[in-house]
């Protein structure tokens, strides 16, 4: 009787209307299209072939997504007519005899009660943020246009992606409409099939993408193997957190599906990602620990849990075999623990960052922005030594979600990103977040394999930045919508259809259709600067490659001229510039591309700039400010010190190339750059006496 409410009551609380909408084929179709095209799309003509294609795929599905709900909920207003007035509801008595069912039946129902709060918990923690970071952060967003443009934009197109999953899930729950929900989740499965399939390609030399491109790829070692994520680390990542949807997904078709697990390993080991691998182990174990729990399947999840490490074993006795072929680079960064001691001062910056604004915080996607003055504020305090052990390189993320919104957002932010994990997985845990496949498909609930991906998102969220690269952030927004779809909500009835209520229906209906027409314009404009400035900065770069010097400077001029966002293209721009004997031309660019984001390069061209226009104490100033924020940047060590003997300060000449000693890099420019300064070290301390 108990499992009969619990599965029973959502269903009698359904809103048709909504089922409706969410059961429409094209709006299905492309729920998945996005879900499959966000991870895999590449832009083969571009230069950077994975990001901005990414972003435009994410910005424009989700902007189209929103106006098919649009239409479709004001179609379902303007074609409701006025119910016929009901009787009251007839009541069954009650019999003495029945107090143990009654005992049971209230017991049910106080379960559905909590199990309510924790769906409109669910429903209410993204909104929450979503509104926090529009209401209280956008005042305060040292760059509003990066903010709201990027940050709450994605934010925005995220929080759509996570609606449709919700609506898919709970019309899959009340039997209204099974297949959307089939088609999200197989999009998330051949998605990482592909991904893990091609993963093995590029760690065999055999690399589909550059047949695409039609050019070789250079990179060696653990960074061949990127996918059409850009990363290894990314599709390490990817691959871990789909893996549990994705075993779950081909278990319906085939019983071998646990031999999953085994590809899985042996396209995550090349990557030398330790966290995506040990984030697959925690999703393998979440899975088997929920799915026995769940119902009796304890002898299948136990054996297909030793196959998983069986798999494991094998795979690491496949790699070791094939260490000659590439895997040699790969196997040795497990040993490497330069990265962890990286995290560790990133997240000391990180807090340094948050204490300093712990209620607004700096804005979204302001991370890389606003990072040098953290990592300042670790570095003052530090000796040479420990100081020449910090991240040699300015990164985009924190390497903890958590952290990292708290930068953007605040402590609130942080807070309400934290609730969000614990309500998804309090919810994957509870019985009635039960999402079974087609009764004559013979498979178990995907419930399981929902919060077994988002027990890997959490794990890997604590040291890497999944809710901020699109593949990883886009799969956690369909999770989580979801478990929150798989759970009971009830909802007082506001969609009765009287006269005024209806007509309110109507005129909100009117006004989301015209917001989603100008969301998707905007949209639509924003994918045609991003494809059209990362083509432009291709060629351009391919030009500069080729001596056409001024044609590269024209191409790099439109390039950033239509995204003054794009980094790279405006320091590129800046050292044509420079190059031309144009300096103050290259200061005004750098001044602008500064205030979208800071690099190393970008601070090099600066001093380089003012050095043309003989200002030698604002360059050293500059290089000053560079290796106080990245000491282990040796060409700014190397320039501050010349700077330095150039103006006569002797002590901080010598300092500066003692730090440049003590680095721990190993490569030939740093082995070059070293000796440099050794020879002069050395030769300032022979004419001393």
């Known amino acids: 009787m108990a499992d009969e409410l619990i599965q029973t009551a959502p269903a009698i609380r359904a809103r048709p209307a909504l089922i409706a909408l969410v059961a429409l084929k094209p709006g299905g179709v492309l729920i998945a299209a996005v879900v499959l095209a966000v991870p ?192 290894p680390d990314w599709t390490a990542e990817y691959l871990a957190a789909a893996a549990p949807i994705a075993v779950w997904w081909f278990s319906r078709f085939t019983r071998g599906a646990a031999l999953l697990w085994l590809l899985f390993a042996i396209a995550i080991l090349p990557t030398g990602s330790r966290l995506g691998l040990a984030a697959l182990v925690v999703g393998a174990a979440i899975h088997t620990w929920m799915r026995r729990r769940a119902c009796s399947e304890g002898f299948i999840a136990r054996r297909r849990m030793q196959v998983f490490f069986a798999a494991l074993i094998a795979a690491g006795l496949f790699v070791y075999l094939l260490r000659d072929l590439g895997y040699a680079e790969a196997l040795l960064r497990w040993r490497d623990f330069h990265s962890v001691l990286g995290r560790l001062q990133l997240w000391q910056a990180s807090l340094h960052l948050i204490v300093a604004r712990p209620l607004d915080g700096y804005g979204l996607d302001h991370f890389a922005l606003v990072l040098p003055d953290g990592l300042r504020a670790v570095a003052a305090p530090l000796d040479p030594v420990t100081r020449s052990h910090m991240p040699d390189l300015l990164t985009a993320h924190a390497h903890n979600d958590f952290l990292e919104m708290g930068v953007e957002t605040g402590i609130p932010g942080a807070f309400l990103l934290l609730a969000l994990f614990a309500l998804g997985l309090y919810a994957a845990t509870k019985p009635s977040a039960d999402l079974q496949a087609p009764s004559h498909i013979r ?70 259709t015209c917001a989603m027409l100008t969301a ?117 060590e190397m320039l501050q010190a010349r700077l330095a003997t150039h103006l006569g300060q002797m002590s901080e000449a010598n300092a500066a190339y003692r730090q440049a000693l003590l680095s721990p890099q190993r490569s030939p420019r740093a082995r070059r750059i070293m000796f440099e300064a050794a020879q002069a070290l050395a030769g300032k301390t022979q004419e001393t006496p």
Not at 606 to 615: G, N, S, T
């Open 520 to 636: 998707l314009g905007w949209a639509g404009n924003r994918t045609l600067v991003l494809l059209t400035e990362n083509r432009q900065a291709a060629a351009a770069a391919a030009m500069a490659a080729a001596g056409q010097t001024h044609a590269a400077e024209l191409g790099y001029e439109a390039a950033w001229g239509g995204a003054p966002w794009d980094h790279e293209s405006g320091v590129a721009l800046a050292s044509l510039l420079l190059d031309s004997n144009r300096p103050a031309a290259a200061l005004r660019v750098l001044d602008q591309i500064d205030t979208w984001s800071q690099s190393r390069e970008s601070w090099l061209v600066r001093a380089h700039a003012l050095l043309r226009q003989h200002d030698v104490g604002s360059a050293l100033q500059v290089m000053e400010h560079a290796t106080f924020a990245v000491p282990d940047f040796l060409r700014a």
């Open 40 to 231: 895999l799309a590449i832009d083969p003509f571009g230069l950077r072939a994975f990001l901005p294609v990414k972003q435009a795929a994410l910005l424009f599905g989700a902007a189209l997504i929103a106006l098919i709900a649009a239409v479709g909920y004001a179609g379902t207003a303007w074609r409701a007519r006025m119910p016929m007035r009901r009787s009251a509801p007839f009541h069954e008595p009650q019999h003495a005899g029945s107090a143990s069912g009654s005992s049971r039946e209230n017991s049910t129902r106080a379960r559905l009660q909590t199990d309510s709060r924790v769906g409109l918990c669910l429903i209410g923690a993204p909104l929450a943020l979503w509104l926090w970071s529009l209401i209280v952060v956008t005042p305060h967003a040292l760059n509003p246009a990066l903010h709201l443009g990027f940050g709450w934009s994605g934010l925005s197109a995220h929080l759509v992606i996570f609606f449709a999953a919700l609506l898919c899930a709970r019309a899959a729950r009340n039997a209204g409409s099974q297949r959307n929900f089939e088609r999200l989740l197989g999009a998330v499965a051949v998605t990482t099939l592909v991904m893990a399939g091609h993963a093995c390609l590029q760690a065999a030399n055999v690399d589909p993408l550059a047949w695409i491109v039609g050019k070789s790829v250079q990179e060696s070692g653990r960074w061949r193997i990127f996918t059409t994520t850009g990363n």
């Open 443 to 512: 498979a178990p609930s995907a419930t399981p394999a929902l919060g077994a991906s988002l027990g890997v998102l959490f794990t890997l969220a604590m040291a890497s930045a999944p809710l901020h690269t699109p593949a990883t952030a886009l799969l956690f927004w369909v999770v989580l919508g979801c478990l929150a779809g798989a759970t009971p909500v009830t909802l007082p009835d506001l969609w009765r259809h009287t006269p005024s209520r209806l007509k309110w229906q109507r005129a909100g209906a009117i006004l989301a």
